[in-house]
């Protein structure tokens, strides 16, 4: 039974689909289990070039840590509404990867599993973006759910593939 269950978020369908399969799961422990999630600001800095020490960039990492604290709010919603027990983390320590922060994350918080979405990119974009889930997967100290986003699967068209 997995008691500590983290959920990486992005606010996208696919990170959604993440946060209901954990509320599904932690709905099996009779309310033994919790949930955090997590959310890192991370891949905008980047991709845009923005350095939080530059003097024009403070407003735009203020409403990137208001948006991160958004997608925070609407995914505890979902689990909140469903009875569990839920708190939120924003990670916004520009420098931090992704992977790196997820699975610092679970190892402070003794996390039994490790929730994320996968988007399925493939060619150009998997080799530019990387894949998140992939890199989670290697670096997390549990157990990790993966779940595929509908439009992963719409876009390989029911052949395999890795996260």
Do not use: N
């Not at 998997?126 to 876009?155: C, F, H, K, N, T």
């Amino acid at each position: 039974m997995y008691r500590r269950i983290l959920v990486a978020v992005d606010g996208s369908s696919t990170s959604t689909k993440a946060v209901l399969a954990a509320v599904e799961l932690a709905s099996y422990s009779g309310g033994r289990s919790e949930i955090r999630l997590i959310h890192v600001l991370d891949e905008m800095t980047y991709f845009t070039g923005l350095s939080p020490y530059a003097g024009e960039s403070g407003a735009v990492i203020a409403a990137m840590q208001e948006a991160g604290r958004k997608i925070l709010a609407d995914a505890l919603a979902i689990v909140q509404s469903a009875g569990i027990r839920a708190d939120t983390v924003l990670i916004d320590q520009f420098g931090t990867h992704l992977a790196e922060a997820v699975a610092a994350q679970a190892r402070q918080w003794d996390a039994s599993l490790t929730v994320v979405g996968t988007h399925g990119r493939r060619g150009i974009g998997r080799m530019l973006l990387g894949s998140g889930a992939e890199q989670i997967i290697r670096l997390a100290p549990g157990p990790v759910l993966v779940v595929r986003g509908a439009e992963s699967g719409d876009a390989v068209q029911g052949s395999r593939s890795e996260a």
